[in-house]
Each structure stands twice: as structure tokens, then as C-alpha cells.
């Protein structure tokens, strides 16, 4: 039987992010898991660059978790008691050694999907978590804007003998 006791959830403040949230609160309450929610970089940083001068790095730290606190209801913040994280550096890096060292046994994470042209520019975080990390890894498209795949239709005037 898989036993899922620590589910982490790296957050970058997205809409897909959001997507994953859902899912890792749902596994969390299937297997009795603990959560633990992840922002890694500066990407919620430079939203605050202006309302914190440069050398309080607490402050805006501060910020980011209090922005990370409003991903869950106050109902699941009780429920679960997360712990929420922030650490710096690159994001695919940082994560996957957050979960080593803290004996994650699931990474639940959004996935922006940007496509081949978008990945070959930027890469992708959760491409790089997925081959990397040493627990499983369970990537959630938002599904507001998941693409759609043409389906072919084939009609029996379409089949030549």
C-alpha cells in the first residue's frame, strides 16, 4: 500500500500552483499527510521591491508568507496546520532538495505547459523537478487553460477501399 505521510506543494503564487493546491489538500485528506507549501526564487519578491527598501529582507520574507498564508481557507489551515516555507534560490533545485531533506514522499506541483517553443526558451521547473527528484511527482495543468487536442473525425466517405 502506498503511505503518503508528507506531501510537499511548491507554490509560485499561479494560477496552476493553485490547481496543485487542490489536489495536494485532497491527498492530504485521503492519507492523513501532512503539508508542507514551498515559494523558492524571487518571483514573489519583485512585487514588494517597492514597499520594502533594499536591506530588509526579512520584511519582504514576512510578506511572502503572509501571501502564501491565504492559498489555504482558515478551515484548512486548521485541518492541516501547513507549514509554509521560502527559501531563495533556483526554484527545480531548491525543491527537489527541500523534499530530500525533509523526507517528502509526494511533490504535488502546477505545470504551466507553455509548449515546445516555451520550454526550449525558458525550461521548465516541474520537467526538472520530475527527473530529478527521488519521491514521485504529480504535475497539475490548470484546467482553465489546458489545451484542447484536435480530435480527427473520420466518416465512412472519408475510407477509401
Given amino acids: 500500500m502506498i503511505a503518503l505521510k508528507h506531501i510537499l506543494v511548491p507554490h509560485d503564487f499561479s494560477e496552476t500552483s493553485a490547481a496543485a493546491v487542490r489536489y495536494a489538500i485532497e491527498l492530504a485528506r485521503r492519507f492523513d499527510a501532512r503539508l508542507t507549501?514551498?515559494?523558492v526564487g524571487n518571483s514573489a519578491q519583485a512585487a514588494f521591491d517597492t514597499e520594502f527598501p533594499i536591506g530588509l529582507e526579512d520584511a519582504r520574507e514576512d510578506a511572502i508568507r503572509e501571501r502564501l498564508l491565504k492559498i489555504v481557507t482558515p478551515h484548512e489551515q486548521m485541518e492541516f496546520a501547513p507549514q509554509f516555507v521560502v527559501r531563495p534560490g533556483t526554484?527545480?533545485?531548491?525543491?527537489v532538495r527541500?523534499?530530500?531533506e525533509h523526507a517528502v514522499d509526494l511533490i504535488v506541483m502546477g505545470t504551466?505547459?507553455?509548449?515546445?517553443?516555451g520550454h526550449v526558451v525558458m525550461?521548465?521547473?516541474a520537467e526538472k523537478v520530475v527527473r530529478t527528484a527521488f519521491c514521485p511527482v504529480l504535475t497539475?495543468?490548470?484546467?482553465?487553460?489546458?489545451?484542447?487536442v484536435p480530435v480527427e473525425v473520420r466518416?465512412?466517405?472519408d475510407i477509401t477501399a
Fill in 37 to 39: 507549501f514551498l515559494h
Fill in 91 to 95: 526554484p527545480a533545485v531548491e525543491i
Fill in 98 to 100: 527541500y523534499a530530500q
Fill in 112 to 117: 504551466h505547459g507553455r509548449g515546445l517553443v
Fill in 123 to 125: 525550461g521548465s521547473v
Fill in 140 to 148: 497539475v495543468r490548470n484546467p482553465e487553460i489546458a489545451v484542447a
Fill in 155 to 157: 466518416t465512412s466517405m
